[in-house]
């Protein structure tokens, strides 16, 4: 039964190959086609032989949307292995610097010291981690070329010139609400030299930490070291990584009136248009791209079988937002070192094995 089966897939209308090869179907009751099928020798008649000058032809990225933090970019042509695997490399393995160690000498507010450090932690921290080596898990101080030292000082006090009949602490205290911008950078060596221009310290300032009340302070060092987010996730440089396939509409025949209203508040704003063709109202994909592929469309008996919902399986829009650490322009080309160190390694170490 399995060679009867797979026997009629391969005889399948050429038209129905290019499909199950190059779309992900969007059906009422599934999706079809989800497993990519074009490795060599499975389809009669296709070269599906990998071939370095056919895929520097067809391989492109397209910047969409690109500002300081935020990087919306199209990778057209790759399969999703090597595309997911720059969201992996992304998420855990650019390296960033962290909070690692936290000395707390004086902490008298209500919470304890393992929540604040955990807190710490997490802040992110704008330094270029590209700048640093990775520190010896036996070096217990650190030293210039391996690791930032952060200082938090902050005492909680009255404020003397607060109305007598005021309840509002920010009225009634000085220094109650403790904020990342709190946290200063200590140069160890010759650091203040080396990075004068770079403003070591906490991304954003109003991340709250902790609140006091008069007579409580805060006394913290930090040593902040370079790590990935496999490690840890206060390493990742990222506060999102994720790509989807670009969804492709197709209307399989012309609809007009009332159907092309409905049709239109089926799709996400700006995916279907209706346009005045010789007096008639005549629904129109406009922007596919805009589509969250929510299937609404397939609830509706007199439109379901009028349009067909599916998504390009080489073409991936990717979304990066950075945590403020580095630019995420600059994330995707680390991501894509990373790689590359990867496949050299995995060279190197095939060579070695068939020298032994």
């Known amino acids: ?41 499975n389809y009669p008649g296709y070269d599906d032989t990998w071939d370095l000058e056919k ?13 300081e933090n935020m990087l919306e970019f199209d990778m057209i042509g790759i399969d999703a292995a090597i595309a997911n695997a ?3 490399i992304l998420l855990a393995e650019v390296p960033t610097m962290a909070i690692e160690k936290v000395f707390v ?30 520190r010896n898990p036996e070096d217990q101080e650190g030293t210039e070329i391996d690791t930032i030292q952060l200082q938090l000082k902050v005492k909680c006090t009255r404020n003397p010139r607060a109305p007598k009949d ?24 010759n650091q203040a030299d080396v990075f004068a221009d770079a403003k070591i310290g906490p991304v954003h300032g109003d991340i709250l930490l902790a609140q006091l009340r008069p007579g409580q302070e805060l006394d913290i060092v930090m040593h902040c070291v370079k790590g990935i987010g496999k490690d840890h996730a206060k ?8 790509y989807r396939l670009l969804p492709e509409i197709t209307l399989l025949q012309t609809i007009e009136g009332e159907q092309a209203e409905r049709l239109k508040r089926c799709f996400s704003p700006g995916v279907i248009e209706i346009q005045n063709v010789n007096g008639r109202k005549v629904a129109k994909v406009v922007n ?4 969250t592929c929510s299937r609404e469309v397939l609830r509706h008996d007199d439109l379901k079988s009028l349009v067909k919902l599916g998504r390009v399986r080489d073409h991936f829009i990717f979304s990066v937002e950075s945590t403020g650490i580095l630019p995420a322009d600059v994330l995707v080309t680390e ?3 990373v790689l590359i160190s990867k496949c050299q390694k995995f060279l190197t170490e095939l060579d070695a094995a068939e020298m032994d």
């Open 166 to 189: 005021s309840s509002d602490p920010k009225e009634l205290y000085l220094n109650h609400m403790v904020y990342s911008g709190d946290i200063k950078w200590l140069p160890i060596g």
């Open 55 to 67: 895929f520097k032809k067809n391989f492109r990225i397209d910047i969409v949307n690109s500002d």
């Open 105 to 134: 000498y004086n902490n008298t507010s209500i919470i304890q010291d393992e929540i604040l450090a955990h807190r710490l932690g997490l802040v992110p921290i704008k330094a270029d981690p590209r700048l640093f080596e990775y």
């Open 335 to 337: 991501a894509i070192n």
């Open 288 to 291: 596919s791209r805009l589509d």
């Open 235 to 242: 390493f990742s440089p990222v506060a999102t990584a994720s």
């Open 1 to 41: 039964l399995e060679t009867l089966s797979s026997t009629s897939k391969m005889a399948a209308p050429m038209s129905n190959v290019d499909e199950i090869r190059d779309r992900v179907i969007l059906g009422e009751f599934g999706v079809r086609n989800v497993h990519t099928t074009d490795y060599p020798g």
């Open 86 to 88: 720059f969201r992996r």
